[in-house]
Structures are given as C-alpha cells and as structure tokens.
C-alpha cells in the first residue's frame, strides 16, 4: 500500500461521488484517518454500516477539525454555509478543495469565507452515474477519467499538487484550468446535454397517456439513454443550472441555432445536409472512443 497523503480528510456529504472518493481513499491507504460529515441521520448511520468512514458527524465543523484537507461533496447551493461553519476549525495550512460542476460559483462562495493560511484548489472529478447515496458510490468510479482542478493564481503549488495527487491516485488523469473556461467547457460537454435530456423526458411525459406508456415500453438507445441522464440528482443540476448561467446560455443558444438549422434541412427534404451532419456527429463519437471516454457498443455488451 503506498504511504498516506494525509493524516485526517474530511468528506462534507456522503452522497455517491463523497462515498465513492471515500472508499478509494481507504482501499488505497490515502489518509490515516477519514472523517466524513452528513445532515441526515440515515446517512451517517448507512455510512458508518458501510466502512468507508473512520467517523462520522452530523456537525461538518467537528468533521473538519485537525483535517489537513477537506473535500465538499455536497450541492453548490450548500458551499457557503459551509464555509461559514467550518472556517473557525480550519487548522493553519489546510487544504480545501470540493467536487462541484461549476468552479467560478465555488470560488465565489469559498474563498471570501476561509481563513488566511488555508489553501482553496478547487477540483472536479468529472465521474459519475445518475445514481445517488452512500450505497451508490464506488471505488473504481474514477479510473481512467479526467480531474480538472481551477486553483487560482498563486495558490501554493504544494497544496495544488497535493490534490493532484489524491485524484492520480484514484485512478484520474490530471487537467488544469482557468474556472471561467472550466465553466464553458463543461456547459456544452455536460450541462447542455443534461438540459436536453431533462427536456426530451419531459416532453414524453407530457404526452397522452397511451403514447406515454409506449414511449416507455419501446425504449431504445436514444431515449433510454436520455431517461438515464435526466435520473440524476434534482438538486445537484438545479444548482449547476443557476451557477453556471452564463456559459450554459452560450452553449444552449448555439444549440438552438443548430437545430433549427436541421428543422430546415428536415423540412426542405435536404438529405445531403443531413447526410454531411450526421458524418461530422459520427467522426466526435469515435474521438470520444479512442480518448477511453467510452466504450464501443460490443464491448458495452460483451462486459455485460
């Protein structure tokens, strides 16, 4: 096993993404001792049935106390008030870094609310299912896929690298980023998909009962795969949405621009529009593959 990172980390919500960071962090050996704070009591009790937790606390602020980094694993609409009750027992030199989607709004509600002498790296792990809870979380979640950390210029390097570390570890590759460009990123790669997907459902739910129950019954890829997305956490996306405004309305409005595009080609019968569009769409799915972003449909059904 190779030599622990840290003494004490804190996890501040133990949901599928803290639970699954959690178990890597145990399995791996990565901290002495792994604290772990949750609002609930179902929570805490599950999280401590479960192992991946030395202890557990319904007080983020007694989670925090002698942690040499603590990790927010909680919605983004929960960050400040966080800030605000774990800032008086942020040992000097800390460490705190988070989970979130959207790095600009975690700067903005971290950094005014910690002590000088801690150090903020704010991170992503782009990783996750739609599942949620300390029972969903896994250890291998992170293998193989990118973490991209935002600290600001001037942030203490060891602490950056430190982070960098714990997510090497947990089997990612590393990226660095400026926060606002994090944020455009990830509103088209991830946000506006999701928006789509949520959209797409809704519309099936609004349609007449028995077209509804076929849409559900006859489910292929497409629509399955949207139901999948559109299942993730509600309060998680709402907060993305709210925070990430700017850059998801960039994205969502070259989107539209690209669908009436096809609304026309559709409607005009142009077929080698379609044709070229379709190609094009073709060529970024294979890039995805070959990034080790996704799997091969075969090999998709050969795994299972």
Not at 85 to 97: E, F, M, R
Not at 203 to 213: P, W
């Amino acid at each position: 096993m190779a030599e622990a990172l840290f003494d004490r980390i804190a996890l501040i919500g133990l949901g599928h993404i803290g639970s699954s960071l959690a178990r890597v962090v145990k399995r791996e050996g990565l901290a002495g001792h792994i604290a772990g704070a949750a609002p609930t009591e179902a929570t805490r009790r599950k999280s401590m049935e479960i192992g991946f937790v030395d202890s557990v606390h319904a007080d983020p602020a007694e989670a925090v106390d002698g942690a040499d980094l603590v990790v927010i694993c909680s919605p983004i609409s929960t960050y400040a008030g966080i800030a605000e009750a774990i800032a008086p027992n942020l040992k000097p030199g800390a460490i705190v870094s988070d989970v979130g989607s959207v790095k600009q709004a975690v700067i903005r509600d971290l950094k005014p609310r910690l002590p000088a002498g801690v150090h903020l790296v704010p991170a992503h792990p782009v990783a996750g299912t739609e599942h949620s809870g300390p029972e969903a979380g896994f250890a291998e979640l992170f293998e193989g896929r990118w973490a991209i950390l935002t600290p600001e210029d001037g942030t203490d390097p060891a602490a950056v690298d430190q982070v960098a570390e714990l997510w090497r570890r947990s089997g990612m590759m590393i990226e660095r980023m400026d926060a606002a460009h994090h944020d455009l990123v990830l509103g088209i790669t991830s946000h506006v998909p999701h928006l789509i997907a949520y959209t797409l459902v809704l519309t099936a739910t609004e349609l007449e009962e028995h077209l509804k129950g076929e849409a559900i019954k006859f489910s292929a890829g497409g629509f399955r795969d949207f139901t999948r997305i559109a299942g993730s956490n509600p309060i998680m996306w709402r907060d993305i949405f709210l925070n990430n405004q700017e850059a998801v309305l960039e994205a969502l409005g070259r989107f539209t621009e690209d669908l009436t595009a096809l609304q026309r080609a559709i409607r005009r019968g142009q077929g080698k529009i379609l044709e070229d569009m379709f190609t094009s769409t073709r060529a970024i799915r294979r890039g995805v593959i070959e990034a080790g972003q996704d799997q091969p449909e075969e090999e998709k059904r050969r795994d299972h």
